[in-house]
Each structure stands twice: as structure tokens, then as C-alpha cells.
């Protein structure tokens, strides 16, 4: 018997576990109703009343163990959780998580969308890729005109191009649609120049396009007078020069006066008072002629802006090369407030 109390008291001892279900199951194999320690109380009858005394002692001395054992076991148990927790405060604030923002190209293309869709103007789209027709032969551009030629344009192959213009969008909308039209397209553009502070490979645009019966050379004048007004400022004012362009039938070069010094003259105007923006004009009947519209009975006028260009002066951006370096440290700088 003696030697029983001392072989689980030697067990008992040895147990180790991690394991909440092994704990359990030692509890009920030494302690539960038949377990090996109750059992040995249950013999305490058999036991020669002169070791009665000692064996009620080891027999106790032998529970206690076993339940110390038991405690301890769960308590490292719960202990483990316990501590790993305590290592994380949740009063520290969390790490700030950086928010994009938008690129300032995106930016003033999205505001020129906005100010010509308060007149009426709807947004179109084209493709990049374009055929000779949309970018050049509709246009009225004449089979030897420069901007055709291989240091302008990228070509893919004889027939094929990169959009050197928007313009080809226009075409594309005046020949799906009859007028009214009212539409701008901004998109990105190709030209092959190379890259330096002040020309790029591409580039973006939004170029517009109205055509409706009477649309006149003062009502594009005014249209542009409002665009520069909420672009620029309520007290811009613009000029504008005689110029060419194959698709324009008079064509103009539109000037707006200097918004860095006000007109005082600055290196920016080079002390003219006044920023070329953009090329405009009526669209010439030959254009309309091309993509099925009728120039007995219609007439329109179209334009067409750089973005860079626009956010040149609103940003004071001289160097083109930023928009398209990626540069986190310029990127930071704008933000949808700061125009
Ligand atoms: N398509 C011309 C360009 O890319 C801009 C323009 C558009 C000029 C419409 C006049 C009228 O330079």
C-alpha cells in the first residue's frame, strides 16, 4: 500500500502538460471517482489499524500534491496568454496610414471637365492608338503637312499612330452623332520630341467641340472668356491672335493675360503680360463634310488646351519632366484644396 502511495506520489510528481485537456484528464485518472488516488482512499479500510495513521497522512499529503499540481499546470496555462497580451497597449495611437492623393494633371483636367460641363459640354473618349483618318485625313490635314511626318508622330506602321491630338475623338463624335454636339475629349496625347524642361512624348489635352445651326466666332469667344474666368480668375482677360491650324477655318491662338504678375510683365509672360493657352477656330466645312455632317446647315468651333500647360500657370510648374517622374516629394505637394 505504502508502496502505491509512493509509486503515483513519483508520477504525480513527473506529470507535465501544456495542455489544458491533458490536465483535465490526469485530474480525473487520479482524483475523478475511480481514479487511482481515490481508489487508494477507498482502500483505507483494508490498511492494519497500526499503519492506519501513517497512511491516512501520506494519503493526504499525496491529494494536496496532486491537486498543487493541477493548480500550477493551468495557471502557466492561463498565465501564457496572459502575458503576451500585456505587451500591447491598446491606448497607443495607430500608425498613420498614408492617403494618396491626386496627380495634379488629374487634377485640372477633372476642373476643366467641371467648368465646361456647366455649360453643357458631355466628356468623350478615343483610343491612343489611331488611324491615319481620325488623327490626320479627316482633319483635313494635306498629305504633306509636317505634323504628319515621322518626327512628330509616332508611327506603328503606315496607317497607324499614336494620337498626336484629341482632335481624332471629335471626329469620331461628329461622325456617331448629329448636332447638337457638345463635347470635350481630354486624354493623353504623342508627339516625338525630345524630352527636356519644356517638351515631352506625350502630353495631355482637352480639346472641345460645338456644332450646332448658327454657332458663331463671338459664341467660342465668349465660351472661352468663361473658361479662362473660373479657370484663372473672374478678372482675366484674353486676346486672341490670327493663327493656323488644316481643321480651323479662321483659326486663333488664345492669350490670356498673365496670372503670376497680372499683366506687369515677368520672365513667365517674358515681360509681355500675356500666356498663350490654347488654339481655337470655326471648324472648317471640309471637317464637317468628312464626318457627314451638312456645313450648309451647320457650323461649329472648336479648341483645344494642353494640361501641363494649364497647370504650368496654375501650380507654377516650369519643368514638364515632374509630371511623370513619380517623384513622391513633388506628388505630396498637391492636393485637390490647393488651386
Ligand atoms: N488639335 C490642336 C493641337 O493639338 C489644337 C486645336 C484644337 C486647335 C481645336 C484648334 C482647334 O494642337
Known amino acids: 500500500m505504502f508502496e502505491d502511495i509512493k509509486n503515483i506520489n513519483h508520477e504525480v510528481h513527473n506529470f507535465k502538460s501544456k495542455s489544458s485537456q491533458e490536465i483535465e484528464d490526469f485530474r480525473i485518472s487520479y482524483l475523478g471517482k475511480k481514479g487511482k488516488i481515490t481508489l487508494l482512499f477507498n482502500k483505507f479500510k483494508e490498511v492494519p489499524v497500526s499503519d492506519k495513521k501513517e497512511f491516512g497522512k501520506q494519503l493526504n499529503i499525496l491529494k494536496t500534491a496532486a491537486l498543487d499540481k493541477i493548480t500550477t499546470l493551468k495557471s502557466s496555462l492561463n498565465d501564457r496568454p496572459k502575458s503576451s497580451k500585456s505587451n500591447l497597449d491598446y491606448t497607443i495611437p495607430g500608425q498613420p496610414t498614408e492617403i494618396g492623393s491626386r496627380?495634379?494633371?488629374?487634377?485640372?483636367?477633372?476642373?476643366?471637365?467641371?467648368?465646361?460641363?456647366?455649360?453643357?459640354?458631355?466628356?468623350?473618349?478615343?483610343?491612343?492608338?489611331?488611324?491615319?483618318?481620325?488623327?490626320?485625313?479627316?482633319?483635313?490635314?494635306?498629305?504633306?503637312?509636317?505634323?504628319?511626318?515621322?518626327?512628330?508622330?509616332?508611327?506603328?506602321?503606315?496607317?497607324?499612330?499614336?494620337?498626336?491630338?484629341?482632335?481624332?475623338?471629335?471626329?469620331?463624335?461628329?461622325?456617331?452623332?448629329?448636332?447638337?454636339?457638345?463635347?470635350?475629349?481630354?486624354?493623353?496625347?504623342?508627339?516625338?520630341?525630345?524630352?527636356?524642361?519644356?517638351?515631352?512624348?506625350?502630353?495631355?489635352?482637352?480639346?472641345?467641340?460645338?456644332?450646332?445651326?448658327?454657332?458663331?466666332?463671338?459664341?467660342?469667344?465668349?465660351?472661352?472668356?468663361?473658361?479662362?474666368?473660373?479657370?484663372?480668375?473672374?478678372?482675366?482677360?484674353?486676346?486672341?491672335?490670327?493663327?493656323?491650324?488644316?481643321?480651323?477655318?479662321?483659326?486663333?491662338?488664345?492669350?490670356?493675360?498673365?496670372?503670376?504678375?497680372?499683366?506687369?510683365?515677368?520672365?513667365?509672360?517674358?515681360?509681355?503680360?500675356?500666356?498663350?493657352?490654347?488654339?481655337?477656330?470655326?471648324?472648317?466645312?471640309?471637317?464637317?463634310?468628312?464626318?457627314k455632317i451638312d456645313p450648309d446647315i451647320y457650323s461649329g468651333y472648336a479648341f483645344g488646351m494642353g494640361i501641363e500647360r494649364i497647370a504650368q500657370l496654375i501650380y507654377e510648374v516650369n519643368d514638364l519632366r515632374l509630371y511623370s517622374e513619380n517623384d513622391l516629394r513633388f506628388l505630396k505637394q498637391f492636393t485637390t484644396e490647393s488651386y
Open 103 to 291: 496627380h495634379p494633371i488629374t487634377i485640372i483636367r477633372d476642373r476643366i471637365t467641371n467648368i465646361f460641363s456647366q455649360i453643357g459640354f458631355n466628356v468623350s473618349e478615343g483610343p491612343e492608338i489611331e488611324d491615319d483618318w481620325h488623327n490626320f485625313t479627316a482633319l483635313n490635314f494635306p498629305e504633306e503637312h509636317p505634323a504628319r511626318d515621322m518626327q512628330d508622330t509616332f508611327f506603328i506602321n503606315k496607317d497607324i499612330a499614336l494620337r498626336t491630338h484629341t482632335s481624332s475623338v471629335q471626329v469620331r463624335v461628329m461622325e456617331n452623332s448629329q448636332p447638337p454636339i457638345r463635347t470635350i475629349s481630354p486624354g493623353r496625347v504623342y508627339r516625338n520630341e525630345a524630352i527636356s524642361a519644356r517638351a515631352h512624348c506625350f502630353f495631355h489635352q482637352v480639346e472641345g467641340l460645338y456644332i450646332d445651326k448658327d454657332v458663331s466666332f463671338a459664341d467660342m469667344k465668349q465660351t472661352l472668356l468663361y473658361f479662362t474666368k473660373a479657370m484663372f480668375g473672374n478678372e482675366t482677360k484674353i486676346r486672341l491672335r490670327p493663327s493656323y491650324f488644316p481643321f480651323t477655318e479662321p483659326s486663333a491662338e488664345v492669350d490670356v493675360s498673365c496670372t503670376i504678375c497680372n499683366s506687369k510683365g515677368c520672365n513667365v509672360c517674358k515681360y509681355s503680360g500675356w500666356l498663350e493657352i490654347m488654339g481655337c477656330g470655326m471648324v472648317d466645312p471640309n471637317v464637317l463634310e468628312n464626318c
